[in-house]
């Protein structure tokens, strides 16, 4: 692949499991990136700007399934896709 830059890269929600091969030194547990070893809370770096992801019930029930840190305490207390709502209060399609 020759040389890669992903200082701009947005892997928030993306997916990843044991083969991926990641760049030397690049961070990729707290990418916001779903897979072994992630680290899904806290700010991720998503471009130039840092977001803080609002994970469904149903997506953290599955990350953890991919190896995901994640524990069963914040999956309790994550809201399910049915109770979410946007920022203006309407429901996510």
């Keep these: 692949m020759g040389s ?3 200082s701009k890269a947005v892997f928030l ?3 990843y499991d044991k083969d991926t ?3 030397r030194g690049f961070d990729y547990r ?3 990136a779903i897979g072994p ?3 899904l809370f806290g700010p991720k770096k998503v471009g130039d700007i840092w977001v803080l992801a609002d994970w469904s019930k149903e997506s953290l029930i599955w990350a953890k399934q991919c190896g995901a840190n994640v524990t069963d305490e914040q999956i309790s207390k994550a809201k399910s896709r049915d109770e979410s709502r946007m920022l203006d209060g309407s429901r996510p399609e």
Excluded: I
Aim: charged share 25%; aromatic share 6%.
């Design 4 to 6: 890669v830059r992903l």
């Design 13 to 15: 929600e993306a997916l």
């Design 21 to 23: 091969k990641w760049p």
């Design 30 to 32: 707290n990418s916001g």
């Design 37 to 39: 070893e992630a680290n």
